[in-house]
């Protein structure tokens, strides 16, 4: 009785445990899976969390948030505002990211210095929560001011140049970085010297990073997940704080009382999760859905 070679009984065990292999977890297990999650009080969750309005269309996922503004992106006042979000065009769980900008983005695109309202692609991370923080408070009717912002939503950002090689010397050229010509800086002269607007031109690299504090308030009346996006971009939830901030604007809107808003917004605040991990948060999706149940609001 003849022996196949050793090399052909290796590559048969191996095609036989990839077969059994594929089977297994290819196979068995994801459908074991699949059955374990359709059973009851799982099945909500594994099928995506879906919220439904009253007349009983699914309108959204818990677990994902999106935006209430009109087709112009201007929010809607009779809905709760969600934190902003650099997914996509917002909350698109296929392009899910970070803006990738850290805090020491200060200074906008060179060829084109960004304005509040205009387009956030050029924008540094400073000018965005800027022009958040200050849009925010002009729709809650509070002060958005906040550190190191000009009053019209830019970040306060100088360029210092010196005589003296690198930072030395004495100051012969001062740019606000972020207002372009033929913008009016937001600073009239800076130790003596008179603050430019900024050109194409302006090699900002050369000057010296000087950021202006001003005389926003040290808490500003804005919260902080207002004027930032989440990791994700996908984030359901805002801080009470941020919630707080609209009751207001929603009751005036819905023609309700303060305390019927603030009786739905804690329904839907979740706590920190056994009670020391994370933040309380407010799911906004959930919370306007009972706003729509609670009002004739379209």
Same mark, same amino acid.
């Given at each position: ?68 503004? &009109?087709?112009? #992106?201007?929010? +809607? $006042? %009779?809905?709760?505002?969600? !934190?902003?979000? /650099?997914? =996509? ?29 205009? &387009?956030?692609? #050029?924008?540094? +991370? $400073? %000018?965005?929560?800027?022009? !958040?923080?200050? /849009?925010? =408070? ?29 930072? &030395? ?130």
């Amino acid at each position: 009785m003849s022996t196949l070679p050793s090399w052909i009984r290796q590559h048969l065990a191996a095609l036989r445990a990839l077969l059994v292999l594929t089977v297994l977890v290819g196979l068995a297990y994801p459908l074991a899976i699949l059955a374990i999650a359709q059973i009851p009080g799982l099945k909500d969750n594994a099928d995506g969390s879906f919220v439904t309005n009253a007349e009983g269309q699914r309108v959204g996922s818990s677990l994902i948030g999106q935006s209430f503004t &009109d087709t112009d #992106g201007n929010a +809607l $006042l %009779t809905y709760f505002q969600s !934190r902003p979000s /650099a997914a =996509g065009d917002g909350y698109d769980p296929t392009s899910t990211s970070a803006s990738n900008l850290g805090p020491e983005d200060v200074v906008d695109g060179i060829d084109d210095p960004a304005t509040p309202g205009e &387009d956030e692609s #050029g924008q540094s +991370l $400073l %000018t965005q929560v800027c022009a !958040r923080s200050l /849009a925010v =408070g002009e729709r809650e009717g509070v002060d958005g001011s906040r550190k190191y912002c000009t009053a019209s939503g830019v970040g306060a950002v100088l360029a210092v140049y010196h005589a003296g090689p690198g930072f &030395d010397g004495a100051i012969t050229r001062v740019v606000s970085v972020n207002e372009a010509c033929p913008a009016t800086p937001f600073l009239a002269s800076y130790q003596g010297v008179a603050v430019e607007c900024r050109t194409p031109g302006d090699d900002i690299a050369a000057g010296e990073r000087a950021l202006v504090r001003g005389d926003a308030p040290e808490k500003p009346a804005v919260p902080a997940d207002a004027v930032t996006a989440s990791a994700s971009g996908l984030d359901p939830g805002i801080s009470p704080a941020y919630a707080e901030l609209q009751v207001p604007r929603i009751a005036r809107e819905r023609d309700m009382s303060l305390d019927q808003v603030r009786d739905l917004v804690d329904r839907h605040t979740t706590g920190r999760a056994l009670g020391f991990l994370g933040e309380p948060t407010v799911n906004v999706l959930e919370l306007n859905l009972d706003l729509d149940r609670a009002t004739a609001a379209p």
